[in-house]
Each structure stands twice: as C-alpha cells, then as structure tokens.
C-alpha cells in the first residue's frame, strides 16, 4: 500500500476515579486522516479540514509523533499527511490523541506493522506531550486498543487491556467552550488528603473489578471522583446540574471527560443512555451555551482502516 485512509477515535479520559490511567475509546466521533508514501523524505502535512490548526510538523500533534515513529526507523521515502478533523480541539474527548494516534498507526500499516501497540503509544506520547505541556496515555491508549485500558505506567509504558461489558453505553455532552488541558492542570492540588486518595483507589479498583465481571450496581457506586472533580468541575458552567440531570433518569454515573469541558455519562442500555441525553441537553437549552451530544457504544477496535 502507499495510501490508508483511517478513522481515529475520540476517547474519554480519567474515567472518574481513574485519573491520567483509565480511558475508553467511542464509537460514533472520531477525525478521519489519509496518510501516504512519499518521494519527499520527512513528514509533511498537506491538508488540514474544519479547524486551524498548524501545518509545521513540530507545531502539529500527528506530525510530532510521526517525526518520532519516523525517526526510528530506516526508510528511503517519506509521509504525507491529511487530517479530516471532526473532534474540536479542546473538548475533552481526546482531539489531541486522535491525531497523534492515527499518523503512527497509517504509518505503521504502510510500512507492514513492524511495531506493536504499545510501542506505537510510546511514539504518540511525543506528539499528546505537546498538547498537554506533560506525557500521558490515558486517551492514546484506548484509542489505539480500543474498549477500557489502564495505564499501568508510563516509564516502562505498560497498558492492561480491560473487558467492556456488552450493554454499556455512554453518552458525552460537549458544550462549545475550550478548557485546555495544560490549564485545567494548573487548578489542581499538590496534595490530597490521605482520606481522598484510599477513597478514591477504592473507586479505582472497584470500577476495574466491576468492568471484568458487568457488575453494573458496582460500576455505578465506583464512579465517583473525589480528587480531581471538585477542581475541574467549576471551569464547566452548570456541571452539577448536567450530572444530577443524568443520574435522576437512570446514568450509572456521570463525569468531567478528560479535562473538560466535556461531559460523559454510562448507562446500561441504549434506552436509558437516551434518555440522558435529552436530560442532559435540557440543561443547556436553558442557556445561550452551543452545545452537542452523542450517544455511544464502547468501541472495542480502536483506530480502524477505512479504505
């Protein structure tokens, strides 16, 4: 092949208790991007569609982690790459990770899939590393497995792959404000009391456990973020008010995506995770907030080829 058209997931991150470890990956949202072989040698991005973002490889998140995949290996060509951005920069729903993720993992294909997942993940941190002022992979991971994965640690990278129960759906609301992600760390404590963190590890454990046996009751009680949460919550208006309308029509739980502004949901049942969806817009109808929302199964595949 000298072409692959991919389409590039966007994830949830954190999970509620599972702070910068845990994420899924969506199924409905997602960039698409085309990547191809080229005489020129180096990384080179063409074409960018429906957000300004920079065409400098240094300065664009799919060209770092390209440069950094590329760079390791001995090729006498180089890449093109066209991004087809469908996720907003800033939403929370991991827009920064897609792109790293889908250049790496075009390449990867086009040169006979030398490397793995983790290693590609390790070569898409470069790129997350520049959106985020910090390297993580709770968004790159799930997008490059798919389903549930944790980030067991980042230096030797080692991701768990998580079971996702068949009847779990999630429902996101995006309102149409940017929080970036080196800003909403900056809210952040440097500490946390001893209490908090055993709460919140608590929640940890018993969300994995509950996602490995589809113990739905124990997803819904393990949901609940003690740490991070109260912080990052007042950068997003009506937050509260989204949540509660969420868990009152029947969501297991409900919490800040990433680093917001974006707003994630699981329910049992596509019916119920419908219905959250109309509890949680009704919030936002009430204001001058633009906003979407969108109602997914758990993609189990991650990044995909398309043609």
Request: hydrophobic residues 45%; glycine residues 8%.
């Amino acid at each position: 092949m000298n072409e692959i058209k991919i389409f590039s997931p966007a994830t949830v991150a954190n999970v509620a208790c599972g702070f910068d470890v845990l994420g899924f990956c969506l199924d409905s949202v997602g960039d698409d991007m085309v990547i191809r072989k080229t005489d020129k040698k180096g990384i080179h991005i063409t074409k960018i569609e429906n957000f300004d973002l920079p065409f400098e490889t240094e300065l664009n998140v799919a060209g770092v982690s390209a440069l950094a995949m590329y760079n390791a290996i001995d090729v006498d060509f180089g890449f093109e790459i066209e991004i087809y951005k469908n996720i907003k920069p800033g939403s929370g729903i991991g827009s920064s990770a897609a792109s790293a993720v889908g250049s790496v993992f075009g390449m990867n294909e086009l040169i006979g899939r030398p490397f793995n997942k983790t290693q590609l993940t390790e070569f898409a941190i470069k790129g997350e590393a520049l959106a985020s002022k910090c390297e993580h992979a709770d968004n790159l991971a799930p997008a490059l497995f798919g389903g549930f994965t944790l980030v067991k640690s980042i230096s030797p990278l080692q991701i768990l792959e998580i079971p996702t129960p068949n009847d779990l759906f999630a429902t996101i609301i995006h309102p149409q404000i940017e929080i970036k992600t080196s800003e909403s760390r900056a809210v952040l404590p440097k500490e946390v009391p001893l209490s908090d963190a055993i709460e919140q590890w608590a929640n940890l454990g018993s969300l994995v456990h509950a996602l490995h046996t589809s113990d739905y009751n124990l997803i819904s009680n393990s949901l609940n973020d003690v740490i991070v949460e109260p912080y990052r919550s007042q950068l997003i208006p009506l937050f509260n008010d989204v949540k509660q309308a969420a868990l009152h029509v029947g969501a297991l739980g409900a919490g800040i995506s990433g680093s917001g502004p974006s707003i994630f949901s699981l329910s049992k049942g596509l019916e119920t995770a419908t219905k959250v969806k109309e509890a949680m817009a009704a919030v936002y109808s009430k204001t001058d907030i633009a906003f979407e929302v969108h109602v997914t199964k758990i993609n189990n595949e991650g990044v995909k080829i398309i043609s």
